[in-house]
């Protein structure tokens, strides 16, 4: 790796026309390997910026139609309970499940588990229609025990912060509440741990080289039959996710039939534009790549100014979470565990239904995680300790609509911003690489 260039024109040296001429060849040699680092680009799937806006468009008109946001974790709480209520008629008395999210009806029955039911089948149908699904065991089965423990870190401290990457992140800050800021640093941080972990030879473990005869090869003719049967398998799931909302629209049930459009979309969405928040993070403390963090960003600020005309328009109030220790805890645990899963619940979404083994096993451990967080919100005292007499803080009601909606996009900048360095450092690392070749 070559230094960098020294920033002060007094010290640059006279570049000569060889020199201009290298620089060119190097620049023209890596352009297309840059150009994949920008938000607006992709080499597979769907370019993340415009997948991360159009996720933030559709998030706010869920929001308007139904007054919920995009959320799954609370779901996984649910379904958790749901099972340990087979051995524990008690369950519902639970403080979490009678103040927090409530176990009444089934996924069935609820929005919010037709988002988790639909987002699954919509990133089904686009990954078998996109020829992405293959079963998949990580070659290390230490990788799965892995997984499931990640997730189970990463459940629970999203539940005990009020919300994931979603409700606590992609849809909190939105909603201009202050928990969802604080949510989001506390997480930068627990994946800047978890990298740290992960970097560690015991956890790395042994590396196996994989024999090139591993992997049987198919002919032409063997992928092209494959295709064609996932493609009819997508097309089977996706008229069932049609006749559901169909069915529930006609019944009267018009919220479940939104449900599962939504839920539908946002699977589909982030299954071809690969949309893992944990990679997001992880990027840049291992690489140093801003790709899905810059697309992030652009997220968020679409996202926040579409939130702020529903909620100008229509006279609703934000959904505010409270803010306190158990924030920056949850946060700090949340970020640890994506890392240590290796994935947030978006990704281990897609990625479970692209056939990876390792993705199920991190959506149990995360039903797990939040379900343990249930038990222990009251058994072990987690909301006296940690929630109790927490503030809810929403910057609207704290200095007005429009200085609010500013602060927010001023902030989503000075985030862009600091990743300006990284960025800068990356593209000359990279055409430096391609230039010595």
């Not at 290298?22 to 890596?30: K, V």
């Amino acid at each position: 790796m070559h230094p960098e260039p020294d920033s002060t024109a007094a010290a640059a040296p006279v570049a000569t026309a060889p020199d201009v001429a290298a620089a060119t060849a190097a620049a023209s040699a890596s352009s297309t390997h840059v150009s994949t680092d920008t938000p607006f680009r992709s080499r597979v799937g769907l370019p993340p910026g415009p997948v991360f806006a159009a996720l933030g468009l559709l998030s706010a008109l869920y929001f308007a139609i139904t007054g919920t946001v995009w959320a799954v974790t609370g779901e996984f709480t649910r379904l958790g309970g749901h099972v340990v209520e087979l051995f524990d008629p008690t369950v519902p008395q639970w403080a979490y499940f009678a103040d927090v999210v409530h176990l009444e009806g089934d996924p069935l029955s609820r929005t919010d588990g037709w988002i988790v039911v639909a987002m699954l089948g919509g990133s089904l149908v686009a990954a078998l229609a996109a020829g992405d699904f293959r079963l998949r065991v990580p070659e290390l089965r230490r990788r799965l025990v892995q997984a499931f423990v990640g997730g189970i870190v990463a459940g629970f401290g999203a539940r005990m912060a009020f919300g994931c990457n979603l409700a606590a992140m992609f849809t909190g800050i939105p909603q201009f509440s202050l928990h969802a800021w604080v949510f989001t640093a506390m997480t930068a941080l627990g994946t800047w741990l978890g990298v740290r972990l992960i970097r560690l030879r015991w956890w790395q473990g042994p590396t196996i080289p994989r024999p090139a005869v591993a992997r049987t090869a198919m002919t032409p003719e063997a992928k092209a039959r494959r295709l064609r049967r996932h493609r009819a398998t997508a097309a089977i799931i996706g008229l069932g996710l049609l006749a559901a909302t169909v069915g529930y629209a006609l019944t009267g049930r018009p919220m479940l039939a939104v449900a599962v459009v939504f839920g539908t979309a946002f699977g589909a969405l982030i299954q071809r534009g690969q949309i893992c928040f944990t990679a997001a993070f992880r990027d840049l403390w291992v690489t140093g790549k801003t790709k899905l963090a810059d697309a992030l960003v652009l997220g968020l600020v679409v996202a926040t100014v579409a939130t702020f005309i529903v909620l100008q328009v229509t006279g609703t109030a934000p959904l505010t979470k409270p803010v306190g220790w158990h924030t920056v805890i949850g946060g700090v645990l949340f970020g640890l565990g994506i890392v240590m899963a290796g994935a947030c619940e978006t990704g281990m979404m897609y990625r479970a239904t692209e056939g990876q083994t390792s993705a199920w096993l991190a959506f149990i451990g995360n039903i797990v995680g939040a379900t343990v967080l249930a038990y222990g919100w009251d058994h072990w005292g987690i909301q006296r300790t940690l929630v109790a007499g927490a503030p809810k803080i929403d910057l609207l009601t704290t200095f007005g609509p429009w200085p609010a909606l500013a602060l927010s996009l001023a902030a989503l900048g000075a985030w862009s911003l600091a990743m300006r360095g990284i960025r800068t450092r990356r593209r000359a690392r990279l055409i430096s690489i391609e230039g010595a070749r």
